[in-house]
């Protein structure tokens, strides 16, 4: 190995489980993360310092002052310019460990582009928000044919499940009627979510590095540990949970193969978490920025562009638009208002 990388890493080379060769393995390695939040940000951190050899970032959302508290990659004047996750993640990364290929890409994860963007990486990576996305992970690494890790984090508590498709549980396994129908065993709509009821920086930090030392084990070939486990944990109350979650022998999606959220028969309006705001997807569709900033200078309010995104206001909305023809529309929960808005401002 390279003596500087010999050095820079000698004190994972030291333990025993991975040693020089481990290493090696992990500098050739990949892994793609879905999701540059909380979870995400304590994620990445961990595995570009360890020397992942490239990590794909996708990610949707743009950095705000309220993800300050917790979101470890970011920084004040991220927030103040409105920069995508992804393209701020990638900067502090490159800073981080310029050995690592770090590719940052804003986009929201859909039916339609999911394979795209997912395949080719030996594993995936859980950093969303919401169960929409993660039954499309799911439903794509079975595709696949590749290990990813599930990950949640709310309030003080989080959780963490390794999948490894035909092998271990699947995410629909642990999460759906024993009878394969596909019925979720948990409404989601009734599930609490960090828009409602908060989320602790701690938490996110113990499950992002479960799930962190889950990746290394799943790139260095180290199943040891069978996996399968649903291992929570609540910061606050400090209770601890490592449960054994069985392969369900009717499973929709690990056995009989219905992957329905990635054949994706309704993308719905999405309702974003942590604001009060709606994103509409308009898929493919380019945008020029600072042209469609012109024309509407003259109509609405406070028009800001920083080549990766449109913000302007129309009180009591705010419209933040991306170059693929994305929109979040804030100050609504109704997807009539943030429609025709869209269309108003946007155009059809
Ligand atoms: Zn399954």
Redesign the pocket.
């Known amino acids: 190995m390279d003596p500087k990388f010999y050095e820079r890493y000698s004190r994972q080379i030291l333990f025993s489980e991975i040693g020089e060769q481990g290493q090696q393995r992990l500098l050739e390695s990949s892994a793609v993360m879905v999701g540059c939040g909380a979870l995400g940000t304590a994620l990445a951190n961990l595995l570009v310092r360890a020397g992942l050899g490239k990590l794909r970032i996708v990610d949707r959302d743009f950095v705000e002052p309220s993800n300050l508290q917790r979101q470890t990659l970011f920084e004040e004047s991220d927030a103040s310019e409105s920069l995508p996750k992804a393209v701020a993640a990638e900067r502090r990364l490159n800073h981080i460990n310029s050995g690592v290929t770090i590719e940052g890409i804003v986009a929201d994860l859909t039916p339609q582009n999911a394979v795209e963007l997912l395949g080719g990486f030996p594993l995936i990576l859980d950093g969303t928000d919401n169960f929409e996305t993660r039954f499309l992970l799911?439903d794509a690494a079975?595709h696949l044919g590749v290990p990813w890790i599930y990950a949640a984090v709310v309030a003080s508590y989080g959780v963490t499940l390794t999948i490894r498709?035909g092998e271990t549980?699947?995410?629909?396994?642990?999460l759906e009627s024993g009878s394969g129908n596909g019925e979720r065993t948990t409404p989601t709509a009734a599930e609490d979510t960090c828009d409602t009821v908060g989320v602790l920086g701690a938490a996110a930090g113990v499950i992002a590095s479960l799930e962190a030392a889950e990746a290394m084990k799943l790139l260095l070939g180290k199943f040891a540990n069978p996996g399968g486990r649903l291992v929570s944990f609540d910061v606050w109350s400090g209770k601890y949970q490592s449960v054994r979650v069985a392969?369900?022998p009717e499973?929709?999606?690990?056995?009989h193969r219905d992957l329905r959220y990635l054949q994706g028969d309704a993308q719905p309006r999405l309702t974003m978490c942590g604001r009060d705001s709606v994103q509409i997807h308009e898929r493919r569709r380019q945008l020029d920025l600072p042209e469609l900033g012109r024309r509407l200078a003259p109509t609405v309010a406070e028009v800001r562009e920083n080549g990766f995104l449109l913000r302007f206001r129309v009180p009591p909305y705010e419209m933040t638009v991306f170059a693929d023809g994305r929109a979040i529309i804030k100050g609504t929960r109704d997807t009539s208002v943030a429609r025709s808005l869209y269309a108003r401002y946007i155009g059809n």
């Open positions: 799911n079975i498709p549980a699947c995410l629909a396994c642990a392969r369900n499973c929709r999606a690990c056995v």
